[in-house]
């Protein structure tokens, strides 16, 4: 009876040693046979990840400022609103606005009855309001919300408007504060602005125009409403620094405002957002539910491609 008698050591050490043998066979087996492991696919209604905000928004957004929002305006109150929910249903949840836009009165019956904490709302504000507070209040009120997910200082164009534009960068600061905005940026329309931008440590998020034939992009003239075409690599050179800085970076005016009639146009646009590591989402403003399949399929097929 006594030669059967094992120590605990002697019991721990051998059950050990059986457990080895059991999983090394499993473990090599599995190396050996198992299929590679593919990358996940990517689509353009995925949620990802806007820069180091710590904030989600999907791939693609709904653009709702078309030539000032008069494209969208278009469509009446109810064909707005219900294409909006179309876009959601869709999978898209970024929702792109300003309160210069012809559709800003709209937006908070546009996401009435859609969960909130799912959305991803960007609004703008310009002309240096008096009460900015009030202001960002507004916009709360107008799109019967708590708060903003991202909140940017629209249409810059001069290379000292971080100095110039002081004042209200503090009072988003303190809106933040507040919990009233989630993210605080910038939309640039000059490579003066863009570069200012890009080396300022305020912004968070940065609204960029970008596509690769250089139409409605960031050139050097300071002044709004230069339309000319300019080259996009000083323009991708600003975005690359915003980038490793850990901003967010969302792509706009992919399709030339609504310029780009050639799908060829807007699906070397497309493409070349894609391919991009430093831009986190782009925006594209719709009309129909035609527009937005078309984006959703050219961008899951330059996803899948790059």
């Known amino acids: 009876m006594s030669n059967q008698t094992f120590t605990r050591r002697q019991f721990i050490k051998i059950t050990t040693s059986l457990a080895g043998l059991a999983v090394v066979p499993r473990v090599f087996g599995a190396t050996t046979n198992a299929p590679a ?24 957004g ?57 959305l991803f709302i960007q609004s703008k504000i310009g002309g240096k309001p008096e009460d900015v507070l009030a202001a960002i209040d507004r916009h709360r009120k107008t799109f019967n919300t708590d708060y903003i997910d991202s909140l940017l200082i629209h249409c810059m164009v001069r290379g000292n408007w971080p100095d110039e534009w002081k004042r209200i ?7 933040k504060e507040k919990k009233w905005i989630r993210a605080k940026g910038v939309s640039c329309h000059t490579l003066p602005a863009l570069r200012a931008a890009a080396a300022s440590d305020w912004p968070e998020v940065h609204l960029v125009r970008v596509n690769p034939q ?17 080259d996009i690599g000083p323009v991708m050179e600003q975005v690359k620094k915003m980038h490793a800085k850990g901003c967010g970076v969302i792509g706009m005016k992919l399709i ?31 009309t129909n539910e035609t527009e937005i399949d078309e984006a959703i399929t050219r961008m899951n097929r330059a996803l899948a491609e790059a």
């Open 214 to 230: 250089g139409k409605y992009i960031d050139g050097e003239k300071v002044e709004w409403g230069d339309w000319s075409t300019n």
């Open 62 to 118: 709904f653009g709702t400022g078309t030539n000032s929002g008069w494209a969208q305006v278009a469509l009446g109150k109810p064909g707005f609103v219900k294409l909006v929910h179309a876009a959601f249903d869709k999978g898209i949840t970024y929702i792109d606005t300003a309160e210069a836009y012809q559709t800003f009165g709209w937006i908070g019956d546009a996401i009435k009855g859609l969960p909130r904490e799912k």
């Open 256 to 286: 030339a405002n609504g310029t780009f009639t050639d799908p060829a146009d807007r699906d070397r646009a497309i493409r070349f957002a894609m391919a991009s590591p430093d831009i986190d989402a782009v925006v594209i403003g719709f």
């Open 169 to 175: 960068m503090d009072a988003f600061d303190q809106a």
């Open 37 to 60: 492991m593919s990358p996940p696919k990517r689509t353009a209604v995925d949620q990802v990840s806007l820069g180091k905000t710590g904030l989600r928004l999907s791939r693609l």
